[in-house]
Nanobody, 126 residues
Framework: QVQLVESGGGLVQAGGSLSLSCAAS????????MGWFRQAPGKEREFVTT????????YYADSVKGRFTISRDNAKNTVALQMNSLKPEDTAVYYC???????????????????WGQGTQVTVSS
């Protein structure tokens, strides 16, 4: 079955950096766009960033643009999220998600992604 396993979360001070990784198995990785979403306590799960199947196109939420970078390695079935200049408002559980590259749904829509990881906690202290 499809599995997405995130790693790399933790506690960091404001202004610091963290790198998240997501390892995918049970799917043809290059057939999927990959995204990162996050959910803070009491809030809806929100779009952070996505990368198309080849890695040639990326999109970011305005709140993370210029600070976060998504990348993928199709040979290793992994997607990474480099987070720099972290802020306390970045504190959330971060989820990796996979959506078929042929989908016509908006890249920021949760419905576009059929597979989700279990999430990894990122806490940014002030």
């Amino acid at each position: 079955q499809v599995q997405l396993v995130e790693s790399g979360g933790g506690l960091v001070q404001a202004g610091g950096s963290l790198s998240l990784s997501c390892a995918a198995s049970g799917l043809t990785f290059s057939m999927y766009a990959m995204g990162w979403f996050r959910q803070a306590p009491g809030k809806e799960r929100e779009f952070v960033t996505t990368i198309n199947w080849s890695g040639g196109s990326t999109y970011y939420a305005d709140s993370v643009k210029g600070r976060f970078t998504i990348s993928r390695d199709n040979a290793k079935n992994t997607v990474a999220l480099q987070m720099n200049s972290l802020k306390p408002e970045d504190t959330a559980v971060y989820y990796c998600a996979a959506g078929l590259r042929s989908s016509r749904l908006d890249y920021a829509a949760r419905e576009r992604y059929g597979y989700w990881g279990q999430g990894t906690q990122v806490t940014v202290s002030s």
